[in-house]
Structure formats: C-alpha cells, structure tokens
C-alpha cells in the first residue's frame, strides 16, 4: 500500500457543526472512511489527543515545510477583524492570527477543502454588520477573495474545494474525500461556486416528500402544516443545489421532513436572504424566489392550474399536521 494522505483540520470563526454532523457519519462512518481512503489525522481539535505545546509545534513544522501535508481543511470562516489585524482569533499560545497560521498551512498543501459555508464563504459568521470581518477561503460572500484569493490553487491544482453547507452532510464529506483520495477529483467534478457536484448535481426539491402538494400548489401556512412550504413559509428547496431530499440526514430524513422549510445553506450569502427565513417574500401575491430554469409567465400560469386541479385530499390535508383525508380505492365503495 502506498503512504497514506495526511490531513489536518483546522477551526475558526465558526460553531463547530459541522465536525458534528461529520462524527454522524454512518455509510461509511468517518473511521472506516479515513481508513478505506489510507488518510492518516495529523491533528484535528476534537479528535486528536494533541494540545498545547505538542499540537502547536505539529502546526508550526507543517506551516514551516518542516511535515509534509496532503490535505488542509478548514472549518469556520477566516477572521480578519479587528480592522484587518485578525486578533479576534489568535491561535492558542502563539501570539499569531489564526488567520496568519490557516494561510501559512494552506499554502504547504496539496488540496484545501473549507469545509461548510463559513470556511466557504463567510456564512453565518459574516452575518449582519460582520463586526469580526469575517471571510471564507476563496470567497467573500459571492465574491471572489477572502483569505487566499480566486487565483489559489493547492499543489495538486485544485481551486479551494467548497464543500458549503450549514453544517454539511457528512456523506458530503467522506464522498469528496475518498474521491481525492483516489486520484478521481477533478476540476470538472466542482461546481461553478467550487462545490462537488456530487452532491450540488440535485436540487433540494428533487425527493422531498412534499412533492406532491407543490406540483398542486397545495401549500403549508403554519409550521408543521404537511403542504409545500414554497408558497408561504419560505422554502428555497427549488432553488437551492443539495441532495438533502435523496441522501438521508442521521439515516432518516432532512430539514423538510422536519418541518423546515430550505434556507439554500449551501450558497454564498444564505445568512443575509432579506427576509425572515420561514417567509416567503412576494409580488403582487407571485413568490420572488421562482424556481430554478423557470420562467415567471410559465410559473404563474401553471400555479394557477394546478390550484384547479387541486384533489380535495390534498387541499385539506396540506394545512394540517396530519392527514384527515386519505387515499382510497374506489373499486371498494364505489366513491
Ligand atoms: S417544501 Fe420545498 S423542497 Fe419540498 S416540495 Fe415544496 S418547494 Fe420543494
Ligand atoms: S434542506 Fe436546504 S437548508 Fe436544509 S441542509 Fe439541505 S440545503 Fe441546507
């Protein structure tokens, strides 16, 4: 076998979430991932055993050139205030920005992945007036910079690879890592934000279980209504790229069968929509937010005839919990 990838992960201006979702990992879980890609943990905050003097001496020798590594990911937005300093996070024990430090090691690597939209883009870090200047890898939001510019390339020639997402998935992940590991993972495999397309391929409405009430435009008007939140309660699942309706979260289910409507988590600028997240914003009563390829007349004029075409069942059942009108074969009572 050959030497195994080293990685290490790297934590900023973020919560923490997405290491989280990745220790839920379960098809592969992360060990058996980090094993079947022959990746070997220099040092990850969580996970390792290594601190203090021991893990700031592995990052100093890796920033120095002193230990070679495969893959950097970074975990968190890049934080540069106050005024440019970034002293509103300091590596522990150094003295030194952690900003300083993650672009030290960046440039020793030979692909960096930010993994989530705060290491991507900013995200919700960069919310607001963004007081702690916060930025993502490649991005400032939708444009192109943050803390190593549009023009990085890892020593592999990879562009910063966006694995966005509030947090991620785990499959998002251990799918891009066993690719890499591979040899398969190709700029042609990223989207035009540098997200996989293994997973940024799909819209999140493709497999919602809500389907049915969009295609009649039989729509939810509280929390917890079983229609399609499209209408009313803000859902950008025909718009946003993931495959959160095809892969299940934790084995079962996704923000919509929680009774969530998408907030489109994996794009810049997500955290600043506008609007309140579970509102959909409208003109003249047509949903600003059209889905994705659609034209507006097309929209409107299909909406309108699906909402006379809409069976009872699912008119009644989309503004309840449950359902109170159920399907029925009409061979047996002839109704
Ligand atoms: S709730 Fe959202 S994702 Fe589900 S069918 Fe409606 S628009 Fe699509
Ligand atoms: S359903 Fe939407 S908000 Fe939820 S994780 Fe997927 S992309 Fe993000």
């Given at each position: 076998m050959s030497a195994p990838l080293s990685l290490v992960w790297l934590q900023s201006g973020g919560c923490g979430g997405c290491t989280l979702s990745l220790l839920?990992?379960?098809?592969?879980d992360l060990l058996a991932t980090l094993a079947a890609a022959n990746?070997?943990?220099?040092?990850?905050?969580?996970?390792?055993e290594a601190s203090g003097a021991e893990a700031r001496t592995l990052l100093a020798d890796i920033a120095g050139g002193r230990r070679k590594v495969d893959i950097v990911c970074l975990e968190g937005s890049v934080i540069n205030g106050p005024a440019g300093s970034g002293?509103?996070?300091?590596?522990a024990g150094t003295g030194e920005p952690m900003r300083d430090l993650v672009a030290a090691i960046c440039a020793r690597a030979g692909v960096v992945i930010a993994v989530g939209s705060c290491a991507a883009f900013g995200g919700i870090t960069a919310g607001g007036d963004n007081h702690v200047e916060a930025t993502g890898l490649s991005y400032d939001g939708t444009a192109p910079g943050g803390l190593?510019?549009?023009?990085f390339r890892g020593q592999g020639g990879l562009p910063v690879v966006n694995i966005a997402g509030?947090?991620?998935?785990p499959g998002w992940f251990t799918d891009t890592l066993l690719q890499y590991a591979a040899g398969a993972?190709?700029?042609?495999?990223?989207?035009?934000?540098?997200?996989?397309?293994?997973?940024?391929?799909?819209?999140?409405?493709?497999?919602?279980?809500r389907n049915e009430f969009y295609e009649f435009k039989?729509?939810?008007?509280?929390?917890?209504?079983?229609?399609?939140?499209?209408?009313?309660?803000?859902?950008?699942g025909t718009q946003a790229r993931a495959d959160c309706n095809i892969r299940a979260w934790n084995g079962s289910g996704s923000c919509l069968d929680g009774n969530y409507a998408c907030i489109?988590?994996?794009?810049?600028?997500?955290?600043?929509?506008?609007?309140?997240?579970a509102v959909t914003p409208k003109v003249g009563g047509i949903p600003?937010?059209?889905?994705?390829?659609?034209?507006k007349a097309w929209f409107v004029a299909l909406a309108s005839l699906s909402k006379a075409a809409t069976p009872k069942r699912l008119r009644e059942n989309?503004?309840?919990?449950?359902?109170s009108v159920l399907p029925h074969d009409k061979r047996r009572d002839g109704k």
């Open positions: 839920g990992a379960d098809a592969p990746v070997d943990v220099l040092w990850h905050p969580s996970l390792s002293r509103f996070h300091m590596a190593l510019g549009p023009d509030c947090p991620i998935h993972l190709t700029r042609e495999d990223l989207d035009e934000w540098e997200r996989p397309l293994a997973y940024t391929a799909h819209l999140v409405h493709h497999g919602c279980a039989a729509s939810a008007e509280t929390p917890g209504d079983m229609g399609c939140m499209m209408e009313n309660l803000g859902c950008k489109n988590c994996t794009a810049p600028g997500f955290e600043e929509p506008g609007h309140a997240f600003i937010g059209l889905p994705t390829d659609m034209p989309a503004t309840r919990a449950t359902p």
